[in-house]
T-cell receptor, first 114, second 115 residues
Framework: ETGVTQTPRHLVMGMTNKKSLKCEQH?????MYWYKQSAKKPLELMFVYSLEERVENNSVPSRFSPECPNSSHLFLHLHTLQPEDSALYLC?????????????FGQGTRLTVV | EDKVVQSPLSLVVHEGDTVTLNCSYE??????LLWYKQEKKAPTFLFMLTSSGIEKKSGRLSSILDKKELFSILNITATQTGDSAVYLCAVGTWAGGTSYGKLTFGQGTILTVHP
């Protein structure tokens, strides 16, 4: 248990569905992140939030929409996804957003788009 | 563009062997190098290195950073089947000011330890 909790663990959705991924951190950290891990590719940073403010979206398609209502919670809203969006989505948190402290990861959500 | 390359991509050994995993990088505004172990889903943090030549140790695992040659190694001695996992190397960068820090990951090394 790393102190970062993600739900759901698995999600299957159709291309016309709307769903949300949830992340909660209990570490008192100020920065939260969404990463995408596709088969045989390195982890890719999607979004960075620092103190609830988005600081980078890293050119992610608009069908992915993040929300950070407070420093402990992070959501990723999904709509009209494509099959190539199937991947493991990992949430992480760190003490600050400057990359000077280690990031702790949640268990991830395995997303399958059909 | 920041780049992190790990080698080998996969490795198969027997229990008791010693392994060395490599990570080389080319980045701008280096701040740290981190090693993670990923077994099923969540990468779990192993080490964070910021200074050259200082070895970090945790049990049978150790790691060292060479900032001049731009690489790090992760050593695992007396391997056990429980060490089987993907080992990820990530480099933290930060341009200063109000910019955000970033972790750039390598593609990982798949380690399989047979009994």
């Amino acid at each position: 248990e790393t102190g970062v909790t993600q739900t759901p663990r698995h999600l299957v959705m159709g291309m016309t569905n709307k769903k949300s991924l949830k992340c909660e951190q209990h570490l008192g950290h100020n920065a939260m992140y969404w990463y995408k891990q596709s088969a045989k590719k390195p982890l890719e940073l999607m979004f960075v939030y620092s103190l609830e403010e988005r600081v980078e979206n890293n050119s992610v398609p608009s069908r992915f929409s993040p929300e950070c209502p407070n420093s402990s919670h992070l959501f990723l809203h999904l709509h009209t996804l494509q099959p190539e969006d199937s991947a493991l989505y990992l949430c992480a948190s760190s003490q600050d957003y400057r990359g000077l402290t280690e990031a702790f990861f949640g268990q991830g959500t395995r997303l399958t788009v059909v | 563009e920041d780049k992190v390359v790990q080698s080998p991509l996969s490795l198969v050994v027997h229990e008791g062997d010693t392994v060395t995993l490599n990570c080389s990088y080319e980045v701008t505004n280096f701040r740290s190098l981190l090693w993670y172990k990923q077994e099923k889903k969540a990468p779990t943090f192993l080490f964070m290195l910021t200074s050259s030549g200082i070895e970090k140790k945790s049990g049978r695992l150790s790691s060292i950073l060479d900032k001049k040659e731009l690489f790090s190694i992760l050593n695992i001695t007396a391997t056990q089947t429980g060490d089987s996992a993907v080992y990820l190397c990530a480099v933290g960068t930060w341009a200063g000011g109000t910019s955000y820090g970033k972790l750039t990951f390598g593609q990982g090394t798949i380690l399989t330890v047979h009994p």
